[in-house]
């Protein structure tokens, strides 16, 4: 990474920084499909049992911050506990800060962000709306995640009828089938399925990112960033989408808007490809349904610096 001083010239270069990474972190161009059901072009293994749907994922929302993106409320088991969501560290901060590659965000209030339950082809007037009341934590160092605490307890949310998600406890094997809900720009929540990949490192830009899931999820577009990855047969969250390559124009260069999987072999990007945050060890930075991380516990870096 290299770190740029303040400058005309820095804020141009960031600028762009941060419209190839809206466009990355979404995927290429295209046309959402609004029934929630799949489009063509897509791969990846389907799933077994009863599929998961928009309407019993109600805890997936449009969320409205830095950046108009997905998130989705946890099940931390304590429903007189604050309710806690999921999304992207690029989502919910303003990573056109130079800093932004090593900083890592504690507790910082939250004025205008909200997210918008039951996003679906419903009227509006069906939408519920709630305020994030603090960014508890938001960082892209290493990792892509922004911990927002909303405005209402789990169990007032619960009486709205939106139900928090369960975070997976172990990883999914490679090969394994899985599916996204997220909401594209401008468009509504809708589903994909496809199938997990081994964990890479990535790179993109000034950032870098440990030990992604990748999968080949061929419909992630843009606003799609903080969906949750779910195993379709427990139909827990085992991640967070954060950036893809599909749709990609370039696929030699690793810079703006073209993530490239780090190995031994190189550095370069991986083309059809899409990744997610892990976050099967999440819930340990929660005691009792709150939050409470602990150095050596809870696997989020929680200090700034390279």
């Not at 809708?190 to 899931?213: H, K, M, N």
Request: hydrophobic share 35%; with cysteine; proline share 6%.
């Amino acid at each position: 990474m290299m770190y740029f001083k303040r400058s005309h010239t820095m804020k141009i270069i960031i600028s762009l920084a941060l419209l190839a990474l809206l466009n990355a972190c979404g995927g290429g161009s295209g046309s959402a499909d609004q029934s929630g059901g799949q489009t063509g072009g897509q791969t990846g293994g389907q799933t077994t049992g009863k599929p998961i749907t928009l309407t019993d994922q109600t805890g997936v929302a449009r969320y409205h911050g830095q950046s108009d993106c997905t998130a989705f409320v946890l099940d931390l088991r304590n429903d007189a506990a604050p309710a806690y969501a999921l999304t992207n560290g690029h989502c919910a901060q303003n990573f056109s800060d130079p800093d932004t590659p090593y900083a890592v965000w504690r507790d910082r209030t939250a004025t205008s962000d909200r997210l918008v339950f039951f996003y679906t082809a419903s009227t509006q007037a069906a939408q519920k709306t709630v305020q994030v009341s603090e960014i508890i934590y938001s960082s892209m160092n290493q990792t892509d995640l922004a911990v927002l605490k909303l405005n209402a307890t789990v169990g007032q949310l619960r009486a709205q009828g939106i139900e928090p998600i369960q975070i997976h406890s172990s990883p999914l094997a490679s090969g394994s089938p899985i599916q996204v809900i997220g909401a594209p720009s401008s468009e509504f929540l809708r589903q994909v399925a496809c199938q997990q990949g081994p964990r890479v490192d990535v790179t993109e830009f000034v950032w870098v990112w440990s030990q992604l899931q990748s999968n080949d999820c061929a419909q992630i577009y843009p606003g799609m960033s903080g969906s949750p990855v779910f195993d379709p047969v427990s139909r827990k969250a085992v991640g967070v989408i954060n950036t893809t390559t599909v749709g990609m124009s370039e696929t030699r260069n690793c810079y703006l808007g073209s993530p490239c999987e780090i190995s031994a072999q190189g550095t370069r990007p991986r083309a059809q490809t899409s990744y997610a945050v892990p976050i099967d060890g999440l819930a340990s930075c929660f005691v009792q349904g709150q939050w409470a991380p602990q150095a050596g516990v809870c696997p989020l870096p929680l200090a700034s610096g390279p």
